[in-house]
């Protein structure tokens, strides 16, 4: 099933242009990993996914229903406020900064999204939220505030919030850039672990082990553009494009 499909999408701030007609299509439970430099538009394009970002064109389907596409003068419409939100919520997202609230407690955090958007009863969703913090390794903080944890554990939690939504598709915006390499490896271990459950994730990452070892499929974007896309065998191994190249290069 096709669980993410874009066409053309479109995207400038002022006159800089920073998605340049961007195609792309994920499947259902296919771990797509997005490379490239600072500035490519990588991050613009997953914030464009949930309408952080509203696209200048193009089209956005997500599990077959348009969030947003081109009306007959060219203008992008969105659908209805209600149908967008449902939409929307199909997709969970974890940023660099980890956007915790910093007065209520590890589980509050998790609880408080299905209980204020979705109307989950609380003893319905505590112990889906224990649960999901025993699957990222932090069951024993379930009590602890924000301010008491690590980055890593931080992150983690993040990441059992965003999976309280019960979201199809999880969108991982470098998840990791704001830690410590230390921390860095049990944040990609519990998504390593949804990867293996066959969650659909994209992922923008500067971990390119990460990107080696767990994903599908790797995009190397640069400059507004996907550049190229294959397998991760072919991306790291025999990139055919100069600018993938010399990417790699920089970077391993």
Not at 175 to 195: F, H, W
């Amino acid at each position: 099933m096709k669980m993410i499909h874009l066409t053309n999408i479109r995207k400038s701030f002022n006159s800089l242009e920073v998605l340049k007609g961007i195609n792309l299509e994920v499947q259902q439970g296919e771990v797509v990993a997005i490379i490239g430099p600072s500035g490519s538009g990588k991050s613009t394009l997953l914030r464009c996914l949930n309408r952080l970002e509203i696209i200048d064109g193009g089209t956005i389907e997500i599990e077959g229903e348009v969030l947003a596409a081109e009306g007959p003068d060219g203008r992008c419409q969105y659908v209805r406020e209600d149908k967008a939100r449902e939409i929307c919520h199909k997709m969970g997202m974890v940023f660099q900064q980890f956007n915790l609230f910093p007065h209520m407690t590890v589980i509050e955090n998790v609880i408080e999204a299905p209980m204020l958007v979705k109307g989950v009863k609380k003893d319905t969703i505590i112990p889906e939220a224990e649960e999901l913090l025993r699957k990222v390794g932090l069951f024993e903080k379930r009590d602890n505030y924000p301010s008491r944890l690590s980055g890593g554990q931080k992150q983690r939690v993040a990441i059992a919030r965003a999976l309280a939504m019960k979201p199809d598709i999880m969108l991982f915006d470098e998840p990791t850039s704001a830690l410590d390499p230390e921390l860095t490896g049990e944040v990609l271990k519990a998504m390593r672990q949804l990867a293996q459950e066959h969650m659909t994730m994209l992922v923008v990452t500067h971990e390119m082990a990460f990107a080696r070892e767990v994903a599908n499929r790797v995009i190397f974007m640069d400059d507004g553009d996907i550049v190229e896309q294959g397998t991760p065998e072919q991306i790291f191994n025999n990139p055919q494009q100069a600018r993938t190249q010399a990417f790699l290069n920089s970077m391993l």
